[in-house]
């Protein structure tokens, strides 16, 4: 019986989950893609249309399971049903595209995972960006007074993954401790 650590991916269509799960999965992941009939929105052949699920295996009894979600706003039903239990997400954001749907993305899914960013722990990884990008992201997180991890990650890149998921859980564990201990740790 394997005793699994659940992280979700979040995110708009086509920021790379299902990429970024497949490229760090040690089994062959499982996948719910169905042809995509919104290219206007993200130019792909296909898109998650219930959920993504991949595994880390850290030793026999121990894992990190992976779970995606559909990025599409009309399956934000599923959303909620699949952050339960979470430790965390990882939020991708692919940055090629304007600043005012990066903004709204961000508003979107920091909304919608308000729950998560309550209670767990969120960091942003920004695919395909660059300076302006992350300034935009900067920004637009201190005039919402939220503060989260903010890295840049190719969610082709096994390196760029692992370590937004060792920040995630680093960020999860200080959350978890009570509070002082940061202080008195040192
Ligand atoms: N050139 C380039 N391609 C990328 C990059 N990141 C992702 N891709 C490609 O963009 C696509 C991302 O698609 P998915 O991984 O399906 O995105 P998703 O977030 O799962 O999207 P939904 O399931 O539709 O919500 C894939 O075809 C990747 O190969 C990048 O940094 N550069
Ligand atoms: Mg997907």
């Given amino acids: 019986m394997i005793n699994g650590t659940k992280i979700l991916f979040i995110g708009p269509m086509g920021a790379g989950k299902t990429t ?31 959920m993504d699920f991949g595994r880390i295996y850290m030793d026999q009894f121990n894992a990190i399971d992976l779970y995606g979600i559909p ?39 920091c909304n919608d995972f308000s729950r998560l960013r309550d209670n767990s722990a969120i960091v942003i990884a920004l695919n395909r960006a660059n300076e302006n990008a992350v300034s935009l992201c900067h920004n637009w997180l201190r005039e919402n007074n939220i503060v989260l991890p903010v890295l840049m990650a190719d969610p082709r890149n096994r390196d760029d993954i692992i370590m937004t998921l060792e920040l995630l859980i680093a960020t999860a564990e200080v959350d978890l401790l009570p509070e002082g201990e940061i202080h008195d740790a040192g």
């Fill in 20 to 50: 970024a799960i497949t490229c760090i999965s040690d089994d062959p992941p499982i996948k719910t893609e169905a042809s995509n009939s919104a290219r206007h929105i993200s130019d792909k052949q296909t898109t998650t249309v219930a």
């Fill in 71 to 109: 990025g599409q706003e009309h399956f934000d039903f599923l959303w909620p049903i699949l952050e339960k239990g979470a430790l965390g997400a990882i939020f991708l954001l692919n940055c090629d595209t304007t600043d005012q749907i990066i903004q709204n993305s961000l508003e979107k899914f």
